[in-house]
């Protein structure tokens, strides 16, 4: 049987969502649980990988076992996990559910606060600098017009195409802070924080409108800008069609 993991997680202390050999990560953390629940190894496939320092109020691991998963056992993996990771479901799924191959769409907000905040600051990027709103919006709004996006993705990426698919790209303003929000089909690796960093930048008008439609243009990645800490990042959403659509309004 297959079941989905779903996971929140403050991603501050950890080397990433995915396993590595020298780092603590996300997927280390809830493997280690599990497999001292169900009292065999447990190997799990995740979603979609976050950068060492990003954050998660929603994503997905999967794995297989051969007999029914009892849920109740959820509370003996989160008193085994960390104060900063929790396992908020795990739902059975038709066998050939995949949580990387058929998401539909993930949801990423950016946060940032333009004055300082003892609270937010392993939650919101500190950006204390004028931007113009305006100018960030219709930056936001260029991004509707184009599907290649090689420009915000990092160099040394192993995918087949950087085509993207962008159904929300907006920027919102409350009180002193600004937050991001980008829903896509797929991202590419440090686009969400290369397309925010170079944002900014028509924000502050260092670049014109003209010149970052340039940027996405050109398909190089060395005229974005990268420079955009990961604290401030947060998965908001990961979309399937057999699963109902939650954190809509996060």
Not at 151 to 168: D, G, H, M, P
Not at 210 to 222: G, L, N, P, Y
Request: aromatic content about 12%.
């Amino acid at each position: 049987m297959r079941y989905f993991v779903e996971v929140s997680y403050k991603g501050t202390r950890y080397a990433g969502f995915q396993v590595q050999q020298n780092g603590d990560t996300i997927q280390g953390q809830v493997e280690k649980a599990l497999t001292i629940v169900c009292r065999f190894p447990v190997t799990l496939t995740g979603s979609s990988r976050t950068d060492a320092g990003v954050h998660a109020l929603q994503n997905y691991f999967h794995f297989d076992i051969e007999k029914q998963f009892d849920p109740s056992l959820i509370y003996n993996i989160n008193a085994l996990l960390p104060l900063d990771i929790v396992v908020k479901s795990i739902i059975p799924v038709p066998p050939d559910a995949h949580s990387r191959f058929l998401a539909t769409s993930r949801k990423y907000k950016y946060h940032i606060t333009t004055t300082k905040n003892p609270f937010l600051t392993e939650a919101a990027w500190y950006y204390p600098f004028s931007v113009d709103f305006a100018l960030l919006n219709q930056a936001a709004n260029l991004l509707y017009r184009y599907t290649d996006y090689t420009s915000f993705s990092k160099r040394n990426t192993q995918v087949l195409t950087k085509e993207c698919t962008i159904i929300k790209s907006e920027w919102i303003l409350s009180n002193c802070n600004l937050e991001y929000t980008v829903e896509a089909n797929r991202f590419l690796r440090g686009m969400v924080r290369g397309l925010v960093g170079t944002m900014l930048l028509v924000g502050r008008k260092k670049i014109s409108l003209e010149e970052f439609a340039e940027i996405i243009q050109v398909k190089d990645c060395t005229r974005a800008n990268f420079a955009t800490p990961a604290h401030g990042l947060f998965l908001v959403a990961v979309r399937y069609p057999f699963l109902p659509a939650s954190n809509d309004n996060i």
